[in-house]
């Protein structure tokens, strides 16, 4: 796997792009851009304050903050545009957009802002009020169109903002919770959202952008695949043994690596707007399987987050917002140069960061840096290439 030659032709549709702003046409505009913008300077602030240097001046100490707003900052942005936007079509019935979408974009940049204020609770409010907005706003287009097949997301999103709250919580010490655990519930939370709309539209897109290829879905293991990351769910929630925990994510990484075998993800190597998302749920199978070895001491534990959460969420992430902005503005389903090098850079994050520090422990701090800086170039490209994409009307003159 190699960075594309500087020479082949950007990706940029901006000589293309007709006039009007459309920022605020449907979900997946605002919220793709600012989870790429945050993607690419938060990183670098949490680097900065691992160094030291930033003092006092984020109110949530040390790893929490950057682990707090990977979660409940970058991915629930990702997901909530998703929803907005896929929302409308599963439903049949309008989801945020203007003056509305626009306030909830508003409300989430609080969230992100005030860590760095003396106001904590205000913070906290902020946060949590934006997943329960986000809930409210596609609840009701789900309850219009009679949606019932899609009400699970209402709740995830419901859980995700109790699990944000219980953070803010257990850090200002209202609740003696340890925040680690509502930190885990979000990625439990995050990691099952992934693998249903993994299952949805892997294997769609797949055999789409794949001439030929068939992706093989046995019904058993299309339960059993969510209905693992459940049950793992369950067990953090009420703080099971570790024993327990690593034997449930051990089933879970078979069962998913099975998952994957079936839609072949050998065949799409050279279409690398598909093979991204293959790639990114081969992760959450690794992050799974470390997850039961971290359980038994055999790895450290850092080392499955980091899978799950550069690897899986990243890829999965750069490769949908890709994908779907361009076939949601009316371009080609094709990875340009921008792309290609996102999806690049995002997979050298993830092995630096998960496999170095595995082989050569005495660089870990490297490992760290150099994992940060890729992590920040690939969502860095992606929202400076993207900027004229999502904030322009689709060129197809359709309405979004």
Known sequence: MVLPPPSEPPSLDAASAPP?????????????????????????VWMAQYAGWLGGYVIIEGPLWHAHEMLFGYALA???????????????????????????????????VLVFTPFALAAAAADTG????AAAAIAVPFVRGRNHRNYFFVALLLGMGLANLAFHLGMAGVLDLPVQRGLRVGLDLVLFIMVVMAGRVIPMFTMN?????????????????????????AADIVGAPA????????????????RLILWRPWLTLGIPIVWILHFAYAWIVLAL????????????????????????????TIGMMTRT??????????????ERF??????????????????????????????????????GVFTIAYWPILSRSRLDGKPG
């Open 20 to 44: 009007g702003f459309a920022l605020w046409n449907l979900g997946f505009r605002p919220f793709y851009l600012l989870a790429g913008l945050f993607a690419t300077l938060s990183v670098p």
């Open 78 to 112: 990702v997901i909530v545009g998703f929803l907005f936007t896929a929302g409308r079509t599963w439903a049949n019935q309008p989801t945020p957009t203007g003056a509305t979408l626009a306030a909830m974009a508003s409300l989430w940049i609080a969230g992100r």
């Open 130 to 133: 934006f997943a329960l907005a």
């Open 209 to 233: 952008g794949v001439p030929g290829v068939i992706c093989v879905r046995i019904p058993w293991i299309e339960r059993l695949a969510p209905g693992s990351v459940l049950v793992l769910l």
């Open 243 to 258: 024993a327990l925990i690593g034997a449930i994510a051990a089933v879970a990484a078979a069962i998913h690596a099975a």
């Open 289 to 316: 399987a470390l997850d039961a070895l971290a359980a038994f001491d055999l790895v450290p534990a850092g080392l499955a987050t980091h899978a799950l959460t550069v690897g899986a969420i990243g890829g999965l």
């Open 325 to 338: 902005s361009r076939g949601h503005t009316g371009r080609p389903l094709l990875a340009g140069r921008a």
């Open 342 to 379: 996102c999806y690049v850079a995002i997979q050298l994050a993830a092995v630096m960061r998960v496999f170095l520090p595995l082989v050569l422990p005495s660089v870990y701090l490297y490992a760290i840096v150099g994992s940060g800086l890729l992590w920040s170039l690939a969502f």
